[in-house]
T-cell receptor
Framework: AQKVTQAQTEISVVEKEDVTLDCVYE???????LFWYKQPPSGELVFLIR??????QNEISGRYSWNFQKSTSSFNFTITASQVVDSAVYFC?????????FGKGTRLSVIA | DGGITQSPKYLFRKEGQNVTLSCEQN?????MYWYRQDPGQGLRLIYY???????QKGDIAEGYSVSREKKESFPLTVTSAQKNPTAFYLC??????????????FGEGSWLTVV
């Protein structure tokens, strides 16, 4: 069975603070893919990143960075110097051979 | 512009009525999906289709039906058998039939309220 856990339901930070969103996954497959999506108030899910299980390199894209650790089955997402526009619900997701399995999401509120 | 178009954005229906949500994509993607989102529940898979004229049940298929007569279209019917149909519905697609590793792209969603 596949499972994604996002333990943080809601997070509030003040603008310019760094914030890390946690994601823990479970799968018995050795080949799998992990994703992060952003859902702004408009509702559409916006793809942020995809990572396969054989690539544990951390990734940085502007203010966003991702830390993938197979040893702890985690794929955490950090926003540096947060901005009000980062306010959204963020979903972590996992897939092997079947369609995406999502975590329940973390609602991030960035306060000016 | 290429993308996934869902319609209508907002829909109100009386209890006991069937309703069909439209999903069209012009990305030439093989696979299409329907997810349901409830507050605090994340996204749950209703149905998916990897090829025309074929589709598979997801985790919460009861009370829903789909068809895939054309590659670009994957409509979802919410039937009167669905006990709690009020939710946000998201359609998605991915390039290849095998979803492994494929990035799934989403439409803007449809809000269904049953009164």
């Amino acid at each position: 069975a596949q499972k994604v856990t996002q333990a943080q339901t809601e997070i509030s930070v003040v603008e310019k603070e760094d914030v890390t969103l946690d994601c823990v996954y479970e799968t018995r497959d050795t080949t799998y893919y992990l994703f992060w999506y952003k859902q702004p108030p408009s509702g559409e899910l916006v793809f942020l990143i995809r990572r396969n299980s054989f690539d544990e390199q951390n990734e940085i894209s502007g203010r966003y960075s991702w830390n993938f650790q197979k040893s702890t089955s985690s794929f955490n997402f950090t926003i540096t110097a947060s901005q009000v526009v980062d306010s959204a619900v963020y979903f972590c997701a996992l897939t092997t051979r079947l369609p995406l399995v999502f975590g329940k999401g973390t609602r991030l509120s960035v306060i000016a | 512009d290429g993308g996934i178009t869902q319609s209508p954005k907002y829909l109100f229906r009386k209890e006991g009525q069937n309703v069909t949500l439209s999903c069209e994509q012009n990305l030439n993607h093989d696979a299409m999906y329907w997810y349901r989102q409830d507050p605090g529940q994340g996204l749950r898979l209703i149905y998916y289709s990897q090829i025309v004229n074929d589709f598979q049940k997801g985790d919460i298929a009861e009370g829903y039906s789909v068809s895939r007569e054309k590659k670009e279209s994957f409509p979802l019917t919410v039937t009167s058998a669905q006990k709690n149909p009020t939710a946000f519905y998201l359609c998605a697609s991915s390039l290849y039939r095998d979803s492994s590793g494929n990035t799934i792209y989403f439409g803007e969603g449809s809000w269904l309220t049953v009164v």
